[in-house]
């Protein structure tokens, strides 16, 4: 177990005297059930007033990345106590459809719904050499009126957002955010990433809408001194001043570790700064998630991902009250394999009661990290004196079938 600082009450991520969650850890999708090989990919949202939702793949043969994928849903009423049977919200047959990425519209209040789909069969590793056309890899937008109880059907918005020199493509995975500061207000935001038909190096961009969610455009790209850390999945939080935070996955760790970070100051126009290695924020190369915590976003950032050098393993969430320049342990949640996992600001007592708090929807299990998606409450607010250092929490209960 790794011992910590104790963290100052600026760190605790919700307001003092804050109800405890009420429920321990759940497993809205266990691999081998509902018809599907493998659950992958979370990514996680609450609806306001309304249900916890949280959307996997579901990959109907295999542990693949490629194949026959649907995207799917659960939903839970309770803060993740309990959840409503599994829902389909995309199924394209034989073809690939994942990587899913929604977030609240907060003038509608509809949930939209980034994700992409693979055509014909076409593996990743094809898209990228080049073997097969850039084409097949598409970008599509759904829309939810009721809270996710049901879905729009898929609309194709590839041609707004993918440039003809890009090859592969992938929305997040994980949450997008609503800007909530300034002229920006309600601007929706999404992470993504590309890979370049010139150089064949990874790069991050940005999706955004300011038509709350029926159009979208390209935003921020990452640049030429950014190329060099061959940057893929990524994720992102605006930080109570405004700026947008954008955590990347990045496949070059002879640059400095395997995350990268940059800043944007124009609501995700552009980037304000080139990406940079964040060498604290210690892990295997996989995805990650951000999330601004606290009451109205004022709280610490926070940041989930294996810990483990070696591969992964060793879930954790990190700490920052400086808008990602430094990071600082902040809980282990399990020394288990783990994999993907995704933030999330919910209330325990469903979309109506309780204090807001911080969730975790993260790939994980006893054999690999593939053997479930769990959903567990953070400990927060954690009521460390100063100066005296504490262990961090111990791992999280056995989660609840």
């Known amino acids: 177990m790794c011992v910590a600082t104790a963290l100052p009450p600026s760190l605790a991520a919700d307001p003092a005297g804050a109800a ?7 497993v809205p999708y266990r691999s081998g059930t509902a018809g599907y090989h493998t659950f992958r990919i979370p990514a996680a949202l609450q609806v306001p007033g309304g249900a916890l939702l949280a959307f996997a793949e579901g990959r109907r043969d295999s542990a693949a990345d490629d194949g026959n994928i649907d995207l799917v849903l659960r939903r839970s009423f309770d803060g ?20 899913p990425v929604p977030v609240v519209d907060p003038r509608s209040g509809d949930v939209v719904l980034l994700s992409c789909r693979t055509l014909g069969g076409a593996t990743e590793r094809q898209v990228r ?42 929305t997040g995975p994980g949450h997008g955010v609503a800007l909530r500061h300034g ?23 940005a999706l955004y809408s300011d038509d709350g969610g029926l159009s979208w455009r390209i935003g921020y790209r990452s640049g030429v001194p950014d190329e060099a850390l061959a940057l893929s999945e ?43 290695p964040q060498p604290q924020l210690t892990g295997p190369v996989v995805q990650a998630s951000v999330v601004q915590s606290g009451t109205a976003g004022t709280g610490p950032l926070l940041y989930s991902g294996p810990a483990d050098p070696a591969g992964r393993r060793r879930m954790r969430v990190w700490a920052s009250r400086d808008g990602g320049a430094s990071w600082r ?57 100063l100066p005296l250092p504490l262990p961090l929490p111990g791992p999280a209960p056995a989660p609840a079938p």
Not at 250 to 268: M, T, V
């Open 329 to 385: 342990p902040l809980w282990t949640v399990s020394d288990a394999p783990a994999g993907y996992s995704d933030l999330v600001r919910f209330r325990p007592g469903g979309g109506t009661g309780g204090a807001a708090r911080t969730g975790l929807l993260y790939e994980t299990g006893a054999r690999t990290y593939s053997d479930t998606i769990t959903f567990v409450p953070l400990p927060l607010p954690l009521p460390l004196p």
């Open 129 to 170: 050499s080049g073997a097969v056309p850039a084409y097949v890899r598409r970008v599509f937008l759904q829309r939810s009126t009721d809270g996710g109880a049901s879905w729009s059907p898929q609309r194709d918005i590839t041609d707004e957002v993918k440039p003809g020199d890009w090859r592969w493509y992938a």
């Open 234 to 276: 990524t994720t992102l939080a605006e930080l109570p001043g405004g700026r947008i935070y954008v955590n990347a996955r990045a496949h070059d760790a002879a640059s400095g570790g395997n995350r990268a970070a940059a800043y944007s100051g124009d609501g995700g126009l552009t980037l304000s700064s080139a990406f940079r």
């Open 20 to 26: 405890p969650a009420p429920c321990p850890a759940s």
């Open 80 to 99: 993740g106590c309990t959840w409503q049977p599994l829902q389909v919200v995309a199924d394209a047959g034989a073809d690939t459809v994942g990587n």
């Open 183 to 205: 002229h920006r207000r309600g601007r929706l935001l999404a992470p993504a990433n590309h890979s370049s038909a010139v150089t064949g190096k990874g790069g991050a961009h």
